[in-house]
């Protein structure tokens, strides 16, 4: 036999697709040619499965090979496809008995001495193969607990080429996936070890329970990096659906926990301020790898220091903020990633930044603004709440009696204010208040009275509201109302709404 066949699967983007690999031998000078668009890292796969194939033990035949990668028309990247090639042009030189391999996805890089080493992406390569009703796949030993995160597909795994080739003749068996018993997650930073602070608290609730962006201002030392570093500790756990989007994300990036669980805590990405825009957006070369706003995905973006962003790199938030999705497009292709995260953003008020408050800043107001002015216009209005965090005095932090409120009673109110929004969005595919469009919170029956909205109309009118932030002061409204256990908010959540969105000192009423 001379011509053989297996499956293999390979990823675009966070999309995994069913590849066929075909392998001709033919007469003619002994060369082997890989055709269906292969990336560099695919076209040296010639030489690691010569190798690989040798070093196990056998025979590489001395022929002319073609391996063909179906679809042809789809971009191949990555090593993942090696496991598949020696397969089949050992297949297709009668070493194998290609039987035991049919309806059959091979996941896996090969060394140089034959071991078959883990690949990344496996969990969405595996889901791929699953949606074209491949219900078997064998993969590298190190990928096999992940790869069983997918339902209804039998997982084996392989340590060693050699071990494939008995396992074909019927003289070797496969390995079951590792039964390695999940690692507790360590607890995360709680808010009970924040001191005073009471309106960042707030505010950060009112984030976590409606999904808004959240920009906290302040002198070093006030706690913004603390505050927003807990805002993961009051968020719900992932539900399936996004645990597997969370997952699939953290395995193309190759930072997938070693157990290969399910990821169910929100992520938190935090760049440094001088990463690069490929870094935080995604891209590169060869194949586009996801960004720190995917990575956040279903989580928390923070951007810490923001000012000393980039200008260029911040400007490309603005459109993901927005859809959700990052979209890269390459001469060779275009790559779509999503990227709906919470965005949770911290800068000091001026260059100077003095501990001590304004009263010691050395900075003239025409440098303050002009720092500050480094954020745009545009990705401002993005940012649906702003809070000014005064420095904490000595009677908040040492002389406090009672504790501060730990994360789990406040991540129970997020819970309860999460379910009514989810209840009430049923009939649309929203879950938070910040994924409803203006203008179905614009129209009945959701549309609120005149009487109440007073003050975004007077805003709006004179133009310290865009029409972008009239839609987000609505929906901070309808969050804080699920905060408070009411059906719909009143004049006083959206005065209070529109004192979030404008950075101005919350007047909050008792409760």
């Given at each position: 036999?001379?011509?053989?066949r297996?499956?293999?699967a390979?990823?675009?983007?966070?999309?995994?697709?069913?590849?066929?690999?075909?392998?001709?031998?033919?007469?003619?000078l002994?060369?082997?040619?890989?055709?269906?668009l292969?990336?560099?890292?695919?076209?040296?796969a010639?030489?690691?499965?010569r190798a690989?194939?040798v070093?196990?033990?056998?025979?590489?035949?001395n022929?002319?090979?073609?391996?063909?990668?179906?679809?042809?028309?789809?971009?191949?990247?990555?090593?993942?496809?090696d496991?598949?090639?020696a397969a089949?042009?050992?297949?297709g030189?009668?070493?194998?008995?290609p039987?035991?391999?049919?309806?059959?996805?091979?996941?896996g890089?090969?060394g140089l001495?034959?071991?078959?080493?883990?690949v990344?992406?496996v969990l969405?390569m595996?889901?791929?193969?699953?949606?074209?009703?491949?219900?078997r796949?064998i993969?590298p030993?190190d990928?096999a607990?992940?790869?069983?995160?997918?339902?209804?597909?039998?997982v084996r795994?392989?340590?060693?080429?050699?071990?494939?080739?008995?396992?074909t003749?019927g003289?070797?068996t496969?390995?079951e996936?590792?039964?390695?018993?999940?690692?507790?997650e360590?607890?995360?930073?709680?808010?009970?070890?924040?001191?005073?602070?009471?309106?960042?608290?707030?505010?950060?609730?009112v984030?976590?329970?409606?999904?808004?962006?959240l920009?906290l201002?302040?002198?070093?030392?006030?706690?913004?990096?603390?505050?927003?570093e807990?805002l993961p500790?009051?968020?719900?756990?992932?539900?399936d659906?996004a645990?597997?989007?969370?997952?699939?994300?953290?395995?193309i990036?190759g930072?997938?926990?070693?157990?290969?669980?399910?990821?169910r805590?929100?992520p938190?990405?935090a760049?440094?301020?001088?990463s690069?825009?490929?870094?935080?957006?995604?891209?590169g070369?060869?194949?586009i790898?996801?960004?720190?706003i995917?990575?956040?995905?279903?989580?928390?973006l923070?951007?810490d220091?923001i000012?000393e962003m980039?200008?260029?790199?911040?400007q490309?938030?603005?459109?993901?903020?927005?859809?959700g999705r990052?979209?890269?497009?390459?001469?060779?292709?275009t790559?779509?990633y999503?990227?709906?995260?919470q965005?949770?953003?911290?800068?000091?008020?001026c260059?100077?930044a003095s501990?001590?408050?304004?009263?010691?800043?050395q900075?003239?107001?025409?440098?303050?603004?002009?720092?500050?002015?480094?954020?745009?216009?545009?990705?401002?209005?993005?940012?649906?709440?702003?809070?000014t965090l005064?420095?904490?005095?000595s009677?908040?932090?040492?002389t406090?009696?009672?504790?501060?409120?730990?994360?789990a009673?406040?991540a129970?109110?997020?819970?309860?204010a999460?379910?009514?929004?989810?209840d009430?969005w049923?009939d649309?595919?929203?879950?938070?208040?910040?994924?409803?469009?203006g203008?179905?919170?614009?129209?009945?029956?959701?549309?609120?009275p005149?009487?109440?909205?007073?003050?975004l109309?007077?805003a709006?009118?004179?133009?310290?509201?865009?029409?972008?932030?009239?839609?987000?002061?609505?929906r901070?409204?309808w969050?804080i109302?699920?905060?408070?256990?009411r059906?719909?908010?009143?004049a006083?959540?959206v005065?209070?709404?529109?004192?979030?969105?404008?950075?101005?000192p919350?007047?909050r009423?008792?409760?």
């Amino acid at each position: 036999m001379s011509y053989a066949r297996v499956l293999c699967a390979g990823l675009a983007g966070v999309t995994g697709h069913l590849v066929e690999v075909e392998a001709d031998l033919s007469n003619g000078l002994p060369t082997l040619v890989l055709t269906g668009l292969p990336d560099t890292a695919l076209n040296e796969a010639r030489d690691r499965v010569r190798a690989a194939v040798v070093n196990s033990g056998h025979d590489w035949p001395n022929r002319r090979i073609t391996v063909n990668l179906l679809p042809a028309a789809l971009h191949k990247h990555g090593s993942g496809f090696d496991v598949a090639i020696a397969a089949a042009v050992l297949a297709g030189a009668g070493a194998i008995s290609p039987a035991r391999l049919v309806g059959v996805a091979l996941l896996g890089e090969l060394g140089l001495d034959g071991t078959v080493r883990p690949v990344r992406g496996v969990l969405p390569m595996v889901a791929a193969a699953a949606r074209a009703g491949v219900t078997r796949v064998i993969v590298p030993l190190d990928n096999a607990r992940e790869a069983t995160v997918v339902p209804g597909v039998t997982v084996r795994a392989v340590d060693t080429l050699h071990r494939l080739v008995e396992f074909t003749h019927g003289t070797g068996t496969l390995l079951e996936p590792p039964d390695v018993e999940p690692a507790p997650e360590p607890p995360g930073p709680d808010l009970a070890d924040l001191s005073g602070q009471a309106a960042g608290r707030h505010a950060l609730e009112v984030a976590a329970a409606g999904g808004h962006h959240l920009a906290l201002l302040g002198p070093p030392g006030a706690g913004k990096t603390m505050l927003a570093e807990r805002l993961p500790s009051i968020l719900p756990p992932l539900d399936d659906e996004a645990a597997l989007e969370v997952t699939a994300l953290q395995s193309i990036a190759g930072v997938l926990p070693p157990d290969g669980r399910l990821v169910r805590r929100p992520p938190f990405q935090a760049p440094h301020h001088s990463s690069s825009l490929v870094s935080l957006i995604g891209g590169g070369s060869g194949m586009i790898r996801p960004g720190a706003i995917s990575l956040a995905h279903r989580g928390v973006l923070f951007l810490d220091e923001i000012p000393e962003m980039g200008r260029t790199t911040l400007q490309a938030l603005r459109q993901p903020l927005e859809s959700g999705r990052v979209l890269i497009s390459r001469a060779r292709g275009t790559i779509e990633y999503p990227a709906r995260a919470q965005l949770v953003v911290a800068a000091n008020p001026c260059p100077c930044a003095s501990p001590a408050g304004d009263h010691a800043c050395q900075c003239g107001p025409v440098v303050r603004r002009r720092y500050l002015g480094r954020l745009s216009g545009p990705l401002l209005d993005r940012i649906d709440m702003k809070v000014t965090l005064l420095p904490v005095r000595s009677a908040q932090l040492l002389t406090e009696t009672a504790p501060a409120e730990p994360s789990a009673v406040v991540a129970a109110r997020v819970a309860r204010a999460r379910a009514a929004a989810a209840d009430r969005w049923s009939d649309h595919d929203w879950r938070l208040n910040a994924e409803a469009p203006g203008a179905d919170l614009r129209r009945p029956p959701w549309r609120l009275p005149a009487a109440d909205t007073t003050v975004l109309h007077a805003a709006l009118d004179r133009g310290a509201l865009s029409a972008r932030g009239y839609d987000r002061c609505l929906r901070i409204a309808w969050t804080i109302a699920d905060l408070d256990g009411r059906p719909h908010p009143d004049a006083g959540d959206v005065t209070e709404a529109y004192q979030l969105r404008m950075g101005e000192p919350v007047v909050r009423r008792p409760r």
